[in-house]
Every structure is written in C-alpha cells, then in structure tokens.
C-alpha cells in the first residue's frame, strides 16, 4: 500500500494493508486531542510518535496493541510504566547529526526480532524518530529507500538535518544472518553523556512550560502539579550546569555563547515569573525558544 494511504487509514480508523507484505492488522481512530502526538504509520505495525508521556500515552499504545517502544532520544523510555501494560522497551539513542552505522543495524534487529506491533519515539516525533524507523524497517527489508524518503516527508521531517535524510537514503536491506546477528545488543537503558540527557531534560522543561504559559504562566488544570517558576529555573540550572560539559567545550566559543544566552533568558524568565510580570515573561520565553532553536539549528546538537 502507498505510504500515503496507510498515514490517512490511520487517521481514519481503517483495516489496513501494509506495504512489503505486512499482515492485516486493524489500527484505532487517531484524534486530536490524543496523547501520542505526531502518530504516524508506516506499516499496519510500526509506528513512529512523539515521547509517549504518562498513563493516558501508555493507555493509546495498548488500544494499538504496541508490544515494542523503541526510544531513540536522549531520555530511555520509561520501563517502569511499559512494564505494567507488558510492553518491552529499547534505547537507541541518536542525534540530529545522522545515524551511525551500528545503530543502524541495531535498528533492524530490533525492528526484525522484537515483539510487534513497534513503536518509535524520539522527543517532538518529528525529525529522529521518522528517520529511525524507517533506516530500521529498510535494514529489515521490509521498505524501500523511497517510500523512507516519502514517509519521513509525511512527519514533516526538516530538511534541515541532512543527516538523518542522508541516512535513509543510503539504508540497505540486511541479510539474514545480519539481522539475527547474536552479537547485537540491545539495552533498556543506555549509558548516555551528561550532555544529551540535558539536552532531553531541557527539551521537556521547555514543552512543560510552554503549557503553563498557555493558561496565563499557571498550572494548567489537566496538570495542576506543574510551578511555572520552578520550571524556568530547572532550565537555568541546567543550562549552568551544561557550561562545563566537554560537549559545551567542544563546541567553541561561538556555541558557548548561545548557550548563556539561554541560560540568561532562562533566569530571567523564573524572576518575572516569580514577580508575575506575565506580559514580560511571554516575550523571555519566545526569545528563550528562539536561542534555543537558533543553536539547534547551528550545531545540530544532542538531545
């Protein structure tokens, strides 16, 4: 079946048909207002998304019978909460910069020898996460570099990362012997630097309080737990914590200097809020957004 199809069958609530020879398998209604955000399938069995995040996430991954969550951002999936509904997970993670050769085989064996339906999330759902599970399904033979391209084009994959689009384009089916290869390991967990997991940590922080400054820089009724200023000063911490890190050394003066900026409007940001100086605050943390995705997009960094 065309990629396209099976993306709008989706939406729609249809039996399905998979390309490459996929079995029958019947998917649920994707809503609006649903938990798994940026839902995506390539085949009736392999599904790419967003982090899924709490109970309600788990709840949709179950409806869709999701046996395998594959984590390829910084943050490992949450095992705790997947082994309550039976669900198995697995940590590759990877950068915007591309996918390396070895996670490239462990992508196919995973997607070749653990239980299905699957799953793949990176953070957003959008840029790693498309590129992953399809540089994994190629490996496993079971799409075409194409029909890669034309699916990450669907989850509005940037183009902008070059890496990740050079990566399924020069994917390559594996033999068998390949994708059973006994050696591959796959972990829950994996040992990741400090740097990415503050990339990931940050990348949460940043959604979290995008959703209180929708309610006025206040707890959102759906999520009362959350303190608006207590959020824009975990960022600042890590923002100070990351300006030592090798990555941050690493990455000259030019990238250490948008880091503080960042780190500044993160401060900034926790003094008006704390201050209720909203009007203020919702001009910080647009320039906040846009410090950080101006660096993103010059470094293309971890996370």
């Known amino acids: 079946m065309h990629i396209t199809t099976i993306i709008m069958s989706i939406a729609l609530g249809t039996t399905l048909m998979g390309c490459a020879g996929s079995q029958h398998h019947e998917t649920t209604s994707h809503h609006e207002h ?7 399938a390539l085949t009736p069995d392999l599904y790419s998304a967003a982090e899924p995040v709490g109970e309600p996430a788990y709840d949709e ?10 984590s390829v951002d910084g943050i490992a999936p949450n ?14 993670p990877t950068t915007y910069d591309g996918i390396t050769d070895e996670q490239s085989r462990q992508l196919a064996h995973a997607i070749a020898t653990m239980p299905r339906p699957i799953f793949v999330n990176c953070h957003h759902g959008k840029h ?30 940037s183009p902008k990362y070059k890496g990740l689009w050079k990566a399924a384009e020069d994917a390559r089916p594996l033999s068998q012997s390949e994708l059973h290869d006994v050696s591959i390991v796959l ?5 990741v630097a400090d740097f990415v997991e503050g990339m990931g940590e940050l990348s949460r922080l940043g959604d979290l309080l995008n959703d209180t400054a929708d309610n006025g820089f206040r707890a959102p009724e759906d999520h009362p737990d959350l303190a ?21 050394i690493e990455g000259g003066d030019e990238f250490l ?21 909203i009007n203020d605050a919702y001009g910080t943390i647009q320039k906040l957004f846009e410090s950080c995705s101006e660096c993103h997009e010059r470094f293309s960094r971890d996370g």
């Open 34 to 40: 649903t938990a798994l955000h940026n839902l995506h």
């Open 61 to 70: 991954l179950a409806a869709l019978g999701i046996k395998t969550v594959i």
């Open 79 to 92: 095992k705790e909460l997947a082994d309550q509904y039976g669900i198995r997970v697995v940590h590759i």
């Open 128 to 157: 790693r996460g498309p590129a992953a599970i399809c540089v994994g399904a190629i490996g496993a033979g079971e799409i075409t570099n194409e029909q890669a391209l034309e699916f990450m084009t669907i989850a509005k994959t």
């Open 187 to 191: 972990v829950e967990r994996a040992v």
């Open 228 to 248: 608006p200023v207590s959020l824009a000063g975990q960022m600042h911490n890590i923002f100070r914590d990351m300006e030592d890190d090798p990555e941050t």
């Open 257 to 277: 200097t948008l880091l503080r900026n960042s780190r500044d409007l993160a401060s900034l940001l926790e003094q008006q809020i704390e201050r209720e100086q």
